[in-house]
């Protein structure tokens, strides 16, 4: 062998990433396994289901605003899920025409469900999308270059992951003042510190790895390496990590909006609703119980994905 | 962290004004008032000087006067904190023990009947949301069999016992109260157990894995070649050391059930920190969130400080010389 194609392997694809117990081989891709596991193939197909409709609901829904005309938004949805309140329909049990049944305001609870579904995705893909990029930064910084820097990053995340998240995010949502952007503001600063833990734990075990070494050798700046080769092989478990991450999300937006905080009545929000169902719970149980069914799917679709794909890619993360 | 509480209040909350808002709580307010405010507690001053005031009014226990009950917040954590303690550290014990099991038992019949079965259970458990389950529990319990009392810490008709160290069991068991003692009981057996099923799916998951770690190491294969039987090894060796990234887990676990006892406090109308602090969301008073805020994170701080300890009684390896 040669010593430029021990270069080109040591400065070249993530396949030389052998920090992963389980390797795929070469010539069956992540989607092979993936597709041929019931469970995890459930979850993704749910999970397809889910995104395909928030991005289908949630653009009609912006441009209906933009045209003023707030009706494009149901347009897809069998009745109006912000009618104004007709009490001759209240509290209706499960029929044909209410699948899921109506609430106090005699709105259908199968509508509201739908309606209020790309929030929750937005809410899940911009917390945690933020958070990879804004931890992953930092915490690649940190685990670089080291000494103080280091120390003082990692001394706040440990400040901000010793206070429970759901506990941050009530009192910082709470301070910004209600509304659907402050919990997700909220929820991203509650949400970056684990990022940068999980990021700074893949670049201290990528460091000194051959081709990390190499392209400094070859004179590679330290932007250069942490972009082209750290960056792009810790994430691999991470995405992992996320994939879980997204249920765990759903949840918390859900139990703030339960305790009612976030998006602010008439419009529908599944933690709310179910909050909002409680009082009637055991005789109208479908007032409470299809929400939070909904959010029990949702949540154990992307549990059941991730945690294949955490098979997958990665043993274990290390923090 | 009383420094991140800090900053993080003056990013969003820039100008006096807004801080001013803060100390009164509520939305109904005049300018007169902002104004008398700011001069009261020196608002307008340079932001250091502030920071060492506020650090050194913490450390001396003075979080500030609650501006909906108009007394210092001390006095009403040190009457709550006791009692959401102690519901989660009862559940949180509960829930380290079933996770124990039912981890070791899914890890040691893998891919088999009983695995499939706790796998269900665990998934169920680790993505129903905490109201759900906790209205679920209060609707069987209660409403439906009557076995339970539905809310409350104890029968209001009682006569609470005079409070000692702040824990009600306790504090019914110190003075022979075994009536009120036997009511609390029955009152606290929903909330905790709504508290350890939310939580032991995690733990579940984490005890298989390790478990399933440690049977594939050499030293487990030595004591099958010694001889021992089946069970001896399982109890005597694997047990032993799948239990160690539980402790880290369980001091983890420790703020997951203080944030998940906001909830279940408030749908089992358990008087705790917790429903404290849901009440505090609702009337906007913002000093009382705060200072929860930060005796949480301190009381998770401290969870993890003990489960550092922990972790060398367990582990002789990592005991410091």
Redesign the interface.
């Known amino acids: 062998m040669n010593i430029s194609n021990i270069f080109k392997k040591a400065l070249g694809s993530r396949k030389d990433v052998d920090t992963f117990s389980k390797k795929l081989p070469e010539n069956l891709s992540l989607w092979y396994y993936v597709l041929h596991d019931v469970q995890a193939l459930t979850g993704l197909i749910i999970i397809a289901l889910f995104i395909i409709w928030s991005i289908v609901e949630g653009s009609l829904q912006i441009v209906g605003d933009y045209l003023r005309n707030p009706a494009l938004g149901w347009m897809l949805l069998p009745h109006n899920p912000l009618a104004p309140p007709n009490y001759a329909l209240s509290l209706k049990p499960p029929s044909m025409a209410f699948i899921f049944g109506t609430n106090l305001e005699g709105e259908d609870i199968f509508s509201r469900i739908l309606y209020a579904a790309p929030k929750d995705a937005m809410a899940a893909f911009v917390v945690v999308g933020i958070a990879i990029l804004v931890g992953g930064l930092l915490g690649t910084v940190a685990g670089y270059f080291g000494g103080w820097l280091d120390e003082a990053l990692m001394r706040i995340t440990d400040a901000f992951l010793a206070i429970p998240g759901l506990i941050l995010a009530i009192a910082l949502s709470i301070l910004i003042g209600p509304g659907f952007y402050s919990v997700l503001v909220a929820l991203t600063i509650v949400w970056w510190p684990i990022y940068a833990r999980l990021f700074r734990g893949q670049t201290l075990t990528l460091k000194y790895r051959g081709f990390v070494e190499v392209s400094k050798l070859f004179g590679a700046n330290h932007l250069k390496i942490i972009f082209k080769h750290v960056f792009p092989n810790a994430i691999d478990p991470i995405v992992a990590y996320a994939a879980l991450d997204f249920g765990t999300v759903i949840l918390t937006y859900s139990t703030l909006a339960f305790l009612g905080i976030g998006i602010q009545p008439p419009y529908p929000e599944w933690g709310s609703m179910a909050s909002n169902g409680l009082s009637f719970f055991p005789g109208v149980w479908w007032y409470t119980l299809f929400p939070s069914v909904t959010i029990l799917l949702i949540v154990i679709s992307f549990i059941l994905l991730g945690d294949k794909l955490q098979d997958i890619i990665s043993g274990r993360l290390t923090y | 962290?009383i420094?991140?509480v800090f900053s993080?209040?003056h990013i969003?909350?820039p100008s006096p004004q807004a801080m001013a808002k803060?100390y009164i709580g509520g939305s109904h307010f005049t300018q007169a008032e902002v104004s008398a405010i700011i001069v009261k507690y020196g608002l307008s001053k340079p932001i250091y000087v502030q920071f060492f005031s506020y650090l050194i009014n913490i450390l001396h226990g003075n979080f500030g006067i609650d501006s909906l009950y108009k007394v210092p917040e001390m006095y009403l954590l040190d009457k709550f904190i006791p009692i959401t303690l102690e519901f989660v550290i009862i559940a949180i014990i509960i829930q380290v023990l079933l996770g124990l099991l039912t981890g070791s038992v899914a890890a040691s019949w893998r891919n088999r009947v009983p695995d499939w079965v706790i796998k269900v259970l665990y998934?169920?458990a680790?993505?129903?949301?905490?109201?759900?389950l906790a209205?679920l529990l209060q609707?069987v319990f209660a409403?439906?069999t009557k076995v339970l009392p539905p809310f409350n810490i104890a029968n209001p008709l009682l006569v609470p016992p005079k409070t000692i160290t702040g824990f009600p069991l306790l504090d019914a068991a110190i003075e022979g109260d075994w009536t009120y003692f036997d009511s609390v009981l029955d009152h606290i057996v929903l909330p905790v157990l709504a508290i350890a099923f939310a939580g032991f799916g995690i733990t579940t998951r984490i005890m298989r894995?390790s478990t399933i770690d440690v049977l594939d190491k050499d030293y487990v294969k030595l004591s099958y070649m010694k001889g021992l039987s089946r069970w001896k090894v399982f109890r005597g060796t694997v047990f032993r050391n799948s239990m160690i990234p539980i402790i880290t887990l369980t001091a983890l676990q420790f703020?997951?059930a203080?944030?998940?006892a906001?909830?279940i406090e408030?749908?089992f109308i358990y008087k705790g920190m917790g429903f404290f602090?849901?009440q505090s969301?609702?009337s906007?008073d913002?000093i009382a969130?705060?200072s929860?805020?930060l005796i949480?994170?301190?009381s998770?701080?401290i969870a993890?400080f003990i489960a550092d300890i922990l972790y060398a009684v367990v582990d002789p390896r990592v005991r410091l010389d």
Do not use: K, S
């Not at chain 2, 680790?126 to 759900?132: G, H, I, K, S």
């Open positions: 962290m420094f991140i993080l209040i969003i909350l803060v998934l169920i680790w993505a129903m949301p905490v109201f759900l209205t609707f409403y439906y894995a703020g997951f203080i944030a998940g906001v909830v408030e749908i602090l849901y969301t609702v906007l913002y969130i705060l929860t805020t949480i994170g301190i998770v701080i993890n």
